[in-house]
């Protein structure tokens, strides 16, 4: 493939060669019609004049030819010359009062020439040729003016007519208009020219002008190359000034348009940077929270190894078991949440919800609730559990098992996070469509400062609250993940009167 050797013309360059062959085009045509409209006028004034001096030459004297002119082929007009004089004393046809010089009068009589002749500038009559004498003697005499040509005298408006079986040619020269129509298109190339010149001058600076906010806007998009947008910077300070998106609606609409992407790019590059230190402090925590069980078991091994008593070996293998419980639920609620992410990416941003990749099938969300407290009420006794749910089953579709996480996941919070003596209200309703889960109680309320970060992985409610209840710190997210994979939505509202989660799924 072969690269184009030279630079496209600018666009301000495109559009003043546009502008000037626009106004090229429109001033030819201007022209080509003045000039058509003009000599059509200047025709018809000379057939006028045409006319009046046929008028004069049919007009004359009916007593015959005046005397003194040849009243047969003038002498010398076998050989082609014209300006032989010929004696007209009394100038009763050529050069007679009220004729203009150059008019040329030739009169036929049984197609033979009996006069023809015309007078210079100078008064001197002169015959013409025989080559003259038959064009003229070809024209049909009726009195129609034409144009012909004759010879070295030029064109001329000719106009013949019979009278009494006679022929009267009367003809007026075009040089005068055709040096008229010269001088109009003379005049039309020179104002074209100037014209042209003060356009493509004017359209240049204006151009220049128009096109200066959409040199902006491409300043500002080269400024942006130069950002090192590697480093997952956000920060992206260029845009568009006002001035330059008001100076027109297309600069404004690519102004706009760059405005709202670099916006795009700025939030895609924050998203990135707190994505990737969310996975950092994930990483962080998921190894300090494996690190403690593990760090549990080998402790317990090397004092199995140590011992030889069976009720201390005993109780070793019982703590490490529980230990190796832990970190099995830690690794679960990993592998969910990853295939909960996994899920969401592969749906995409517009399949909010969406369950096409995922096994759905009718859940009875009634039993799983009710299941879940009388669990819940076994574990805890020392709390006061309420149930409120409708007679008729609540059915929707879905993941079960994921669904039964969601509530057991609530409810073990409401467990593990207040003291003795809490009243938990474990509610389901039918509304609107959709369907509430409430779990509230009436214990310490949440500090103000962590509910933004609740349903965030690894997040606590108080310090080293989870450690001493022995969570993870990813009921909550969990909770979040799969109740958003089921196109739903929760919330928590707490205060010193109640703090109450409430889980929104819709019916389908």
Same mark, same amino acid.
């Given at each position: 493939?072969?690269?184009?050797?030279?630079?496209?013309?600018?666009?301000?360059?495109?559009?003043?060669?546009?502008?000037?062959?626009?106004?090229?085009?429109?001033?030819?045509?201007?022209?080509?019609?003045?000039?058509?409209?003009?000599?059509?006028?200047?025709?018809?004034?000379?057939?006028?004049?045409?006319?009046?001096?046929?008028?004069?030459?049919?007009?004359?004297?009916?007593?015959?030819?005046?005397?003194?002119?040849?009243?047969?082929?003038?002498?010398?007009?076998?050989?082609?010359?014209?300006?032989?004089?010929?004696?007209?004393?009394?100038?009763?046809?050529?050069?007679?009062?009220?004729?203009?010089?150059?008019?040329?009068?030739?009169?036929?009589?049984?197609?033979?020439?009996?006069?023809?002749?015309?007078?210079?500038?100078?008064?001197?009559?002169?015959?013409?040729?025989?080559?003259?004498?038959?064009?003229?003697?070809?024209?049909?005499?009726?009195?129609?003016?034409?144009?012909?040509?004759?010879?070295?005298?030029?064109?001329?408006?000719?106009?013949?007519?019979?009278?009494?079986?006679?022929?009267?040619?009367?003809?007026?020269?075009?040089?005068?208009?055709?040096?008229?129509?010269?001088?109009?298109?003379?005049?039309?190339?020179?104002?074209?020219?100037?014209?042209?010149?003060?356009?493509?001058?004017?359209?240049?600076?204006?151009?220049?002008?128009?096109?200066?906010?959409?040199?902006?806007?491409?300043?500002?998009?080269?400024?942006?190359?130069?950002?090192?947008?590697?480093?997952?910077?956000?920060?992206?300070?260029?845009?568009?000034?006002?001035?330059?998106?008001?100076?027109?609606?297309?600069?404004?609409?690519?102004?706009?348009?760059?405005?709202?992407?670099?916006?795009?790019?700025?939030?895609?590059?924050?998203?990135?940077?707190?994505?990737?230190?969310?996975?950092?402090?994930?990483?962080?925590?998921?190894?300090?929270?494996?690190?403690?069980? @593990?760090?549990?078991?080998?402790?317990?091994?090397?004092?199995?190894?140590?011992?030889?008593?069976?009720?201390?070996?005993?109780?070793?293998?019982?703590?490490?078991?529980?230990?190796?419980?832990?970190?099995?639920?830690?690794?679960?609620?990993?592998?969910?949440?990853?295939?909960?992410?996994?899920?969401?990416?592969?749906?995409?941003?517009?399949?909010?919800?969406?369950?096409?990749?995922?096994?759905?099938?009718?859940?009875?969300?009634?039993?799983?609730?009710?299941?879940?407290?009388?669990?819940?009420?076994?574990?805890?006794?020392?709390?006061?559990?309420?149930?409120?749910?409708?007679?008729?089953?609540?059915? @929707?579709?879905?993941?079960?098992?994921?669904?039964?996480?969601?509530?057991?996941?609530?409810?073990?919070?409401?467990?593990?996070?207040?003291?003795?003596?809490?009243?938990?209200?474990?509610?389901?309703?039918?509304?609107?469509?959709?369907?509430?889960?409430?779990?509230?109680?009436?214990?310490?309320?949440?500090?103000?400062?962590?509910?933004?970060?609740?349903?965030?992985?690894?997040?606590?409610?108080?310090?080293?609250?989870?450690?001493?209840?022995?969570?993870?710190?990813?009921?909550?997210?969990?909770?979040?993940?799969?109740?958003?994979?089921?196109?739903?939505?929760?919330?928590?509202?707490?205060?010193?009167?109640?703090?109450?989660?409430?889980?929104?799924?819709?019916?389908?």
């Amino acid at each position: 493939m072969s690269g184009r050797s030279g630079r496209a013309p600018s666009l301000r360059w495109r559009i003043v060669a546009a502008v000037a062959l626009l106004l090229v085009a429109t001033n030819v045509v201007v022209g080509a019609v003045t000039v058509v409209a003009y000599r059509g006028y200047l025709v018809g004034r000379l057939d006028a004049e045409l006319a009046t001096a046929a008028s004069r030459v049919v007009g004359g004297p009916p007593g015959g030819m005046p005397s003194g002119f040849p009243t047969g082929s003038p002498s010398g007009s076998s050989s082609g010359s014209s300006s032989s004089a010929a004696p007209d004393p009394d100038n009763t046809f050529i050069g007679a009062p009220g004729q203009s010089a150059g008019t040329v009068i030739a009169i036929y009589r049984d197609g033979d020439v009996v006069l023809g002749g015309y007078t210079d500038a100078r008064g001197r009559q002169h015959t013409l040729t025989t080559a003259q004498q038959r064009t003229l003697a070809a024209l049909d005499p009726t009195g129609q003016p034409v144009t012909t040509g004759l010879g070295s005298l030029g064109a001329f408006r000719a106009q013949a007519v019979g009278s009494d079986g006679d022929v009267f040619v009367t003809a007026l020269p075009l040089d005068d208009l055709d040096a008229s129509i010269g001088r109009l298109l003379l005049v039309i190339a020179a104002v074209t020219l100037v014209g042209l010149l003060v356009a493509c001058w004017a359209g240049a600076l204006l151009v220049r002008r128009s096109l200066r906010p959409l040199e902006h806007v491409a300043a500002v998009a080269s400024s942006v190359t130069t950002l090192d947008l590697d480093r997952g910077e956000p920060d992206i300070p260029a845009r568009v000034a006002d001035a330059d998106l008001a100076a027109s609606r297309e600069v404004g609409q690519v102004g706009t348009a760059l405005n709202r992407l670099l916006g795009h790019v700025a939030r895609a590059l924050t998203v990135r940077r707190d994505a990737e230190a969310g996975m950092r402090t994930f990483v962080a925590d998921a190894s300090h929270e494996l690190r403690t069980p @593990i760090a549990t078991v080998r402790a317990y091994a090397e004092l199995t190894g140590r011992t030889d008593d069976p009720a201390e070996v005993r109780r070793n293998v019982d703590r490490i078991g529980t230990e190796a419980r832990r970190m099995g639920d830690l690794v679960e609620e990993l592998l969910l949440l990853a295939r909960l992410d996994a899920a969401a990416v592969a749906a995409g941003p517009t399949a909010a919800g969406s369950t096409t990749s995922r096994t759905t099938q009718p859940v009875d969300l009634t039993s799983i609730v009710v299941e879940a407290t009388m669990d819940a009420r076994t574990t805890a006794p020392g709390h006061h559990w309420t149930l409120q749910v409708d007679d008729d089953p609540v059915v @929707i579709d879905g993941d079960a098992g994921a669904l039964r996480r969601v509530v057991t996941n609530l409810l073990t919070n409401a467990r593990t996070h207040t003291p003795a003596g809490t009243a938990v209200v474990v509610s389901l309703r039918r509304a609107a469509g959709a369907v509430h889960f409430v779990v509230a109680n009436d214990g310490p309320p949440i500090p103000a400062e962590a509910l933004p970060t609740l349903f965030d992985r690894f997040t606590r409610g108080a310090a080293s609250r989870s450690r001493e209840h022995g969570t993870s710190g990813l009921g909550l997210a969990i909770v979040r993940a799969v109740v958003e994979a089921e196109g739903g939505t929760v919330r928590v509202v707490s205060d010193q009167a109640r703090t109450a989660f409430t889980v929104t799924l819709p019916l389908r």
